[in-house]
């Protein structure tokens, strides 16, 4: 066996010595898949967030006011926008939800004259009769909106907060709308390319 004398001239055997050594080099390792792994998170599209948020993700959802499907949709309004009763056909629910939120947030900019950021974008789909009538003001939003939109906007947005991305398929192509004056008609196409 091999030995090596340290600093202070003490004989240390190679198998202590490589120990260490398999030691530091696990935890650079693991220290490096950790920064890999971290700067492969991506912000989630507004239909990933939005199916989170409402019912993480469970199709079969019903909520305690009869709200279905992933999103959560009230039946009545399901009706409005599909004779389907598919609830569970994510990809269904989520048509219904694009139609849905078109309408709200082409109400939105008509009154605000501004494209809705992604904390908008989830208030204009869980209480939007609240949101209009505080006069689309944040601040006056209830506390349980308010956090719910917060945790909402953190699952979407990227490093720049004043981005909303609107992610298809290709998660690496995205679109974004950096410029609130831009409009619903921008947004739409945005939503709409998030299938």
């Not at 239909?47 to 469970?58: F, K, P, Q, T, V």
């Not at 349980?144 to 490093?159: I, K, S, Y």
Request: a positive charge; charged letters at 20%.
């Amino acid at each position: 066996m091999r030995e090596t004398k340290t600093n202070l001239g003490e004989v240390v055997g190679w198998a202590t010595f490589s120990g260490r050594g398999i030691r530091r080099v696990a935890c650079l390792l693991l220290l490096w898949c950790g920064a890999f792994l971290a700067s492969q998170c991506h912000a989630l599209s507004i239909r990933e967030a939005l199916g989170m948020i409402e019912s993480g993700d469970d199709d079969h959802a019903v909520g305690s006011a009869g709200e279905i499907s992933r999103y959560q949709i009230k039946k009545g309004i399901w009706r409005a926008y599909s004779s389907s009763a598919n609830y569970c056909d994510q990809n269904e629910a989520w048509r219904i939800a694009q139609k849905i939120l078109a309408g709200r947030i082409e109400e939105y900019h008509r009154q605000t004259r501004r494209a809705p950021a992604p904390f908008d974008i989830y208030v204009l789909w869980n209480a939007p009769g609240q949101f209009q009538s505080v006069g689309y003001q944040p601040k006056r939003l209830s506390q349980v909106v308010a956090e719910r939109a917060t945790r909402f906007a953190n699952l979407v947005q990227r490093a720049e907060p004043s981005a909303i991305v609107a992610r298809g398929p290709n998660l690496d192509k995205g679109r974004s709308f950096n410029n609130r004056s831009e409009g619903a008609p921008q947004f739409d196409a945005g939503i709409a390319g998030m299938n």
